[in-house]
T-cell receptor, first 113, second 114 residues
Framework: GAVVSQHPSWVICKSGTSVKIECRSL??????MFWYRQFPKQSLMLMAT?????????EQGVEKDKFLINHASLTLSTLTVTSAHPEDSSFYIC?????????FGPGTRLLVL | TQLLEQSPQFLSIQEGENLTVYCNSS?????LQWYRQEPGEGPVLLVT?????EVKKLKRLTFQFGDARKDSSLHITAAQPGDTGLYLC??????????????FGQGTRLTINP
């Protein structure tokens, strides 16, 4: 299947700092990528849909000014968690769709101290 | 309100037993995907079912899409410890493929005891 990578795989930061997570489609172009977050022992929750060359579409309840998404190219989308707080600690996973199927990245574990 | 109800949420059985995981909804999906997720990793696609009534087999795993495309099941025959993991069903909804989103079930945490 298609390969999606994420970087970094884990990050620890201090409260108040910003963290950028990259999502890349390695062997295909993705006009649409998705960002999810997953809390321990829970399922995935869609945060936003990232569209190449246009603004991201955020799900209800997700603050667009806190979770900045940039999809500058057909193979790269970034999620920036601004002014991170401990409650933002979670597992963030991106995915890209190709031919109607979504493939997921390996995830980024964020711990905010 | 959970759009996709997945059951059971937890299942612990002995090696060699059979099991079925269910994914039910009142909504119609254009396709349904099953994923397996290991701790600390992203979900890995197992199968996509598209046609109502479709049955797909992947070794000891059998996936079925309901005739009305509202529900799906995953059956594992002769479970092995290597089958242990979190199984997620996800239905695709949207007016057309470009605008579709995946709706996830709560997941089934499966443990196969040797």
């Amino acid at each position: 299947g298609a390969v999606v990578s994420q970087h970094p795989s884990w990050v620890i930061c201090k409260s108040g700092t910003s963290v950028k997570i990259e999502c890349r489609s390695l062997d295909f172009q993705a006009t649409t990528m998705f960002w999810y977050r997953q809390f321990p022992k829970q399922s995935l929750m869609l945060m936003a849909t990232s569209n190449e060359g246009s603004k991201a579409t955020y799900e209800q309840g997700v603050e667009k000014d806190k979770f900045l998404i940039n999809h500058a190219s057909l193979t790269l989308s970034t999620l920036t968690v601004t002014s991170a707080h401990p409650e933002d600690s979670s597992f963030y996973i991106c995915s890209a769709r190709v031919l109607g199927t979504q493939y997921f990245g390996p995830g980024t574990r964020l711990l905010v101290l | 309100t959970q759009l996709l109800e997945q059951s059971p949420q937890f299942l612990s059985i002995q090696e060699g037993e059979n099991l079925t995981v269910y994914c039910n909804s009142s909504s119609v999906f254009s396709s349904l995907q099953w994923y397996r997720q290991e701790p600390g990793e992203g979900p890995v696609l197992l199968v996509t079912v598209v046609t109502g009534g479709e049955v797909k087999k992947l070794k000891r795993l059998t996936f079925q899409f309901g005739d009305a495309r509202k529900d799906s099941s995953l059956h594992i025959t002769a479970a092995q410890p290597g089958d242990t993991g979190l199984y997620l069903c996800a239905g695709a909804k949207g007016p057309f493929q470009g605008a579709q989103k995946l709706v996830f079930g709560q997941g089934t945490r499966l443990t196969i005891n040797p």
